[in-house]
């Protein structure tokens, strides 16, 4: 508990990871025949949407995108890839989901791992660490003028994300090698996540309790 | 209405100061608010008066989109960011407040769709910008002349109807190039 876990990722990894954000913004604002500008910043949204509102929560200064320019050259770079080869991109949907789905626990560790660095407590450090892995897809849907499908009933992602956080939170919390909790994190978050769209599982709608209360009465 | 005007008009640089990790000047500075209400004020009770002014108006958003880019860009280079971050915080602050705008009201933002050529500028002032106060050493020679050519811009662009179109997909194009400079041929 006294250690403070900082994720590093190889670079390949997190080049590949936000590039493929950056595609995917790209092909999701092309679908709403949005221009250039249009590509470019829903591109940059999904790829380092979630790092950004992390970092203004934490107050850890500056977005990690605007202290580590790597990180804006890598969405740049995978929304014009997106948006040049668009036809072989959308051909290829199902493995941008699958590197998506891969990397859900990934963003999950790094908010966890950021949250409990600033001293964050066990429930806002979960918090954070969904925030991190979703916040992109907010705000994707957020600057195309659309619902947040996050909050809309469909396959898990958000729950994935939490469910990979809270697995990760309370290993760390029980005295668990930390190296092994992250593995867990990753495994547990990819896993609901493929299940999830493999099985076509949906996340459960509100139940109106009252109402099994009042047949029964 | 009253919150749409404040945001469009404080949004850009509420949002360099959360970006920058510093306390936002326009909470600090009362006149900033005083500012931005009053313009409200004025739209909402002159709404008419001041929609004859169509062109003004379009003149007058174009300067105020080129003076924020530049102070956008400024803010970061003086921070000790490097030219990428210092473009990126430059186009953010000028396209902030059309946005939110667009997005408080529920609209996918005009500035990502077809139509009005105005994003991309903002991207060109604050990469013109960080050239120029680089080249000249000058910030305010820089900025005034990076403001002039945004306005001018922007302005034969909405005299000469030049439009952005959806993005193309070029992919075919891309392709066939590739494969004409292949060992087939």
Known sequence: ?217 | MLTLSVTAGLGGLLIRDILLARGPIVLRDASFIWSALAAAVIGFFFAGYIARFDRALLGLEALAMGLLATVGTDSALRAGMGALPAIAVGTIVATAGPLFRDILGGDAPQLLRPGVFLGILAVGASMLYVGLDAWTRQPLLAQIAVILIFFLTRMAAVAWGLKTSPAADVSDRVWSFWSRRGPQQ
């Open chain 1, 1 to 217: 508990m006294n250690e403070v876990p900082t994720v590093v990722l190889p670079t390949v990894l997190e080049a590949l990871a936000i590039s493929v954000g950056g595609i995917s913004g790209a092909l999701h604002a092309r679908r709403r025949q949005m221009d250039v500008m249009g590509i470019l910043v829903v591109g940059f949204c999904a790829a380092l949407g979630g790092g950004v509102i992390r970092d203004i929560l934490l107050v850890s200064g500056p977005p990690v995108f605007l202290t580590s320019p790597a990180f804006l050259i890598y969405a740049m770079f995978g929304a014009v890839l997106g948006w040049i080869f668009a036809t072989v991109a959308s051909r290829a949907t199902m493995l941008i989901h699958v590197i998506d789905g891969l990397f859900i626990g990934v963003w999950v560790l790094v908010g966890a791992s950021k949250a409990i660095g600033t001293g964050l407590g066990f429930l806002a450090a979960a918090l954070v660490a969904v925030i991190t892995a979703t916040g992109g897809g907010i705000l994707r849907d957020l600057f195309c003028g659309e619902k947040v499908s996050l909050l809309l009933p469909g396959q898990w992602l958000a729950a994935a994300a939490l469910v990979g956080a809270l697995t990760f939170l309370s290993a760390f919390w029980l005295g668990v090698d930390v190296y092994v909790a992250q593995w867990m994190c990753i495994v547990v978050a990819s896993t609901i996540r493929f299940v999830s769209s493999a099985y076509d599982v949906r996340t459960p709608m509100p139940m109106d309790v009252s109402k099994i209360f009042a047949r029964s009465g």
